[in-house]
C-alpha cells in the first residue's frame, strides 16, 4: 500500500483512538492509606501534646492563685491585728548568743499575734527556735517554733494562748526540732510590753 492510500484510510476511519491511561498500579493505595493514617496518629500526638501543655500551665496558675489569695487572707489578717487599740507591739532584744537580732511581736490577748525576727543565727541541725511566753507567775507557755533563713530572718504566726491572760515578756529559746513544752535551751532573745 502506498502512503496516499495509507492517508485515505485514515482519513476515512477519523483520528485514532485515545486509550485511556492505564490505572495507577494497586501497590499506591496502601501507601496512601499508611501515609494518610500515620499523618492522623502524629495530629492525635500532637493534640494531646499540646493540650498536656496546656492542662499543666492551668494547674500551675491554679496553684499560683490559691498561694496569691493565701497570703492576701494572711495580710488581711496582720492588717486587722494592726488596726486593733487592743494590740501590742512588743520589742525583743538579742541576748548574749546573738547580740545582734532583734525581733517584733504584734500581740493580741483574744486573736494571737505575729512574730518577725532578724539576726538570729542559722540553727544547728536537730535543733529549731522556740517562741516563750512568759506569765503571770513566771509560767512559760510555747508561742510556736520557727526556723530562720539564710539570712536569720524568720516569723511565725502565733495563735491565741489558751488560758494566757496577760503576758509578762517574750522569749525565744534554742530547742530540739518539733520543740518542747518548757524551755531547756539558751535564750536568745528577751521583751517585755
Known amino acids: ?40 496518629l502524629a495530629a492525635i500526638v500532637v493534640g494531646w501534646s499540646v493540650s498536656s501543655t496546656y492542662e499543666k500551665r492551668i494547674d500551675s496558675l491554679a496553684h499560683d492563685a490559691d498561694q496569691l489569695k493565701a497570703d492576701l487572707r494572711s495580710q488581711q489578717a496582720v492588717l486587722t491585728l494592726l488596726r486593733d487599740p487592743a494590740t501590742q507591739v512588743v520589742s525583743l532584744a538579742g541576748l548574749p548568743p546573738a547580740p545582734t537580732a532583734r525581733a517584733r511581736v504584734m500581740w493580741h490577748q483574744k486573736a494571737g499575734g ?6 538570729l543565727p542559722a540553727a544547728p541541725p536537730g535543733k529549731t527556735y522556740q517562741l516563750w511566753a512568759i ?8 508561742a510556736g517554733v520557727f526556723s530562720v533563713d539564710a539570712s536569720g530572718a524568720g516569723s511565725l504566726s502565733v495563735r491565741a494562748l489558751r488560758g494566757v491572760t496577760t503576758v509578762d515578756a517574750f522569749a525565744v529559746t534554742l530547742e530540739p526540732v518539733g520543740g518542747l513544752p518548757a524551755p531547756s535551751g539558751e535564750m536568745y532573745l528577751l521583751g517585755k510590753p
Open 114 to 119: 505575729l512574730f518577725v525576727a532578724t539576726g
Open 135 to 142: 506569765t503571770d507567775g513566771d509560767a512559760r507557755v510555747s
Open 1 to 40: 500500500m502506498s502512503r496516499e492510500e495509507l492517508g485515505d484510510l485514515t482519513a476515512e476511519r477519523g483520528p485514532a483512538p485515545v486509550r485511556p491511561p492505564a490505572p495507577p498500579p494497586r501497590v499506591i493505595w496502601p501507601v496512601v492509606l499508611s501515609g494518610a493514617m500515620a499523618a492522623g
